[in-house]
T-cell receptor, first 116, second 114 residues
Framework: DTAVSQTPKYLVTQMGNDKSIKCEQNLGHDTMYWYKQDSKKFLKIMFSYNNKELIINETVPNRFSPKSPDKAHLNLHINSLELGDSAVYFC???????????????FGDGTRLSIL | AQSVAQPEDQVNVAEGNPLTVKCTYSVSGNPYLFWYVQYPNRGLQFLLKYITGDNLVKGSYGFEAEFNKSQTSFHLKKPSALVSDSALYFCAVRALTGRRALTFGSGTRLQVQP
């Protein structure tokens, strides 16, 4: 199936640990995103890459570091996890067209991160 | 700064009745507007978008939305609700120029009763 896939689906870990979430899209899109959805379902952009170049970097602690080895992958590494990092993290992708980025975003099913 | 307001946390409607989920926005210049739906334990799914042209936009699953520039609104509508429409709905906006990121509303939970 063509899709945006994230691994792992669930991540339970201790405070202070370092963890990574992987994302891959096989839609041929050139732009990928990471979002954080909190317990109240509020969704906020964290990062966006276009053809491996960082184009959006919101006010996110520098413990969060995205890495895009190629335009089909965007991984998220989190150092020194804190209780407040507990959330659902969504990866998304879209195609940036010639006019502007008005193309819809396709979302993965999320990674549920719980910090103990 | 761009922002989206979804004034209702929850909308309840009986199956077969029309539904409206409200959205107002604030952005500099002309907007791109989107509606997404989220089912439990799933990512957001695109429903429809307004870029330019006809103010009434038709989307997936029989949904439509009306862009009203004077009221800065983009309400989501469906003539006849289904129980399967029960989900969390997000409105999103970005400006044609400037900030590239989408700004999402806080979401509205739609509950369709049989």
């Amino acid at each position: 199936d063509t899709a945006v896939s994230q691994t792992p689906k669930y991540l339970v870990t201790q405070m202070g640990n370092d963890k990574s979430i992987k994302c891959e899209q096989n839609l041929g899109h050139d732009t990928m995103y990471w979002y954080k959805q909190d317990s109240k379902k509020f969704l906020k952009i964290m990062f966006s890459y276009n053809n491996k170049e960082l184009i959006i970097n919101e006010t996110v602690p520098n413990r969060f570091s995205p890495k895009s080895p190629d335009k089909a992958h965007l991984n998220l590494h989190i150092n020194s996890l804190e209780l407040g990092d507990s959330a659902v993290y969504f990866c998304a992708s879209s195609q940036r067209n010639a006019a502007d980025s008005n193309q819809p975003q396709h979302f993965g099913d999320g990674t549920r991160l719980s910090i103990l | 700064a761009q922002s989206v307001a979804q004034p209702e946390d929850q909308v309840n409607v009986a199956e077969g009745n029309p539904l409206t989920v409200k959205c107002t926005y604030s952005v500099s210049g002309n907007p791109y507007l989107f509606w997404y739906v989220q089912y439990p334990n799933r990512g957001l799914q695109f429903l429809l978008k307004y870029i330019t042209g006809d103010n009434l936009v038709k989307g997936s699953y029989g949904f439509e939305a009306e862009f009203n520039k004077s009221q800065t609104s983009f309400h989501l509508k469906k003539p006849s609700a289904l129980v399967s429409d029960s989900a969390l709905y997000f409105c999103a906006v970005r400006a044609l120029t400037g900030r590239r990121a989408l700004t999402f509303g806080s979401g509205t939970r739609l509950q369709v009763q049989p």
